[in-house]
């Protein structure tokens, strides 16, 4: 079965550090990447699709790499409204997702 | 604006049939590249795609949850309709109904609020 990995499951930072989360796919997928933003009670939003490719609307300190196998989504500078679950999804798989809690 | 709201009932029975609408508003479902989306999220736990719907009625189901799911579109109703047969209480969750947008590579770009289900006897 196709599989998403992600990780760290959980992340502890300060306001001002630069986050990386990593999603690891079971096999290529090119560039068929999707990364959300969910905060408690809420919906998920759209972060970054395509791999690298930012929504409108979404901050710059936002970005997203990689492709095939391996992709990660940094954060240049973590801002309090940052604090969040993030996922990634491929086609019709999401990632177990990362909690980045503050530190 | 692009709108997307799920309704259905609180509370199902397990073994039941439960029948999930999604009414949107802002964009045609017969728009090229365009397709909506169910996703549920059990309580505290991860999002789990359940399946997708395209602009030219083409669909697709999650592998992990595709057994009894059907997903139909009425397009002058601006509706999506989700069915799921047989339920258990490992359905219990919230369910979102999403918009895709062309050229997003299976990313959804609005969302609704969420609807929750309870699967109880």
């Known amino acids: 079965d196709f599989q998403m990995t992600q990780s760290p499951s959980t992340l502890s930072a300060s306001v001002g550090d630069r986050v990386t989360i990593t999603c690891r796919a079971s096999q290529g997928i090119s560039d068929w990447l999707a990364w959300y933003q969910q905060k408690p009670g809420k919906a998920p939003k759209l972060l970054i699709y395509?791999?690298?490719t930012l929504e409108s609307g979404v901050p710059s300190r936002f970005s997203g790499s990689g492709s095939e196998t391996e992709f990660t989504l940094t954060i240049s500078s973590l801002q309090p409204d940052d604090f969040a679950t993030y996922y990634c999804q491929q086609y019709l798989t999401f990632g177990q997702g990362t909690k980045v809690e503050i530190k | 604006q692009i709108t997307l709201k799920e309704s259905g009932p609180t509370l199902v029975k397990p073994t039941q049939t439960l029948t999930l609408t999604c009414t949107f508003s802002?964009?045609?479902?017969?728009?090229?590249?365009?397709?909506v989306g169910w996703i549920r999220q059990p309580p505290g736990k991860a999002l789990e795609w359940l399946a997708l719907i395209f602009w030219d009625d083409d669909k697709r189901y999650s592998p992990s949850r595709g057994a009894g799911l059907t997903i139909t579109k009425d397009t002058s109703k601006n509706q999506v309709v989700l069915t799921m047969t047989n339920v258990d209480p490992v359905d219990t969750a919230t369910y979102y109904c999403?918009?895709?947008?062309?050229?997003?590579?299976?990313?959804?770009?609005?969302w609704g609020q969420g609807t929750t289900v309870i699967v109880s006897s």
């Open positions: 395509k791999a690298s």
């Open positions: 999403a918009h895709m947008k062309p050229s997003s590579w299976y990313g959804m770009d609005v």
């Open positions: 802002g964009f045609s479902l017969s728009t090229s590249g365009v397709a």
